[in-house]
Nanobody, 124 residues
Framework: EVQLQASGGGLVQPGGSLRISCNTS????????IGWFRQAPGKEREGVAC????????YYGSYLEDRFTISSDAAKNTVYLQMSNLKPEDTGVYYC?????????????????WGQGTEVTVSS
């Protein structure tokens, strides 16, 4: 059974940093693409970053301005999202998702497996 567990969210001040994690199980980690998505209140879910574990290719949302970094630890079957210089507009529920996707991986539709989300609030 494919399982994804997102964790590490919380309250952080503007300009601060936070790392969230997506722990996975039930599939061959190196064969899958893992994506991070977020959904703010009243808005649609949007792609934040994704990594293809089979070749290391990464994509980021163009609006991020190089503030976020996605990384993958195959030994722990875990993908991380390091977020820096956080802004109030980064507030939302962050979800991780997995599937066998090749090429551009930021659209949410191709992903069949989703975690439960972790909430990030950026506020002073």
């Amino acid at each position: 059974e494919v399982q994804l567990q997102a964790s590490g969210g919380g309250l952080v001040q503007p300009g601060g940093s936070l790392r969230i994690s997506c722990n996975t199980s039930g599939f061959v980690f190196g064969h899958y693409t893992i994506g991070w998505f977020r959904q703010a209140p009243g808005k649609e879910r949007e792609g934040v970053a994704c990594i293809a574990n089979y070749d290391g290719t990464v994509y980021y949302g163009s609006y991020l301005e190089d503030r976020f970094t996605i990384s993958s630890d195959a030994a722990k079957n875990t993908v991380y999202l390091q977020m820096s210089n956080l802004k109030p507009e980064d507030t939302g529920v962050y979800y991780c998702a997995a599937d066998q996707i090749s090429g551009y991986c930021l659209p949410a539709r191709p992903y069949d497996f989703w975690g439960q989300g972790t909430e990030v609030t950026v506020s002073s």
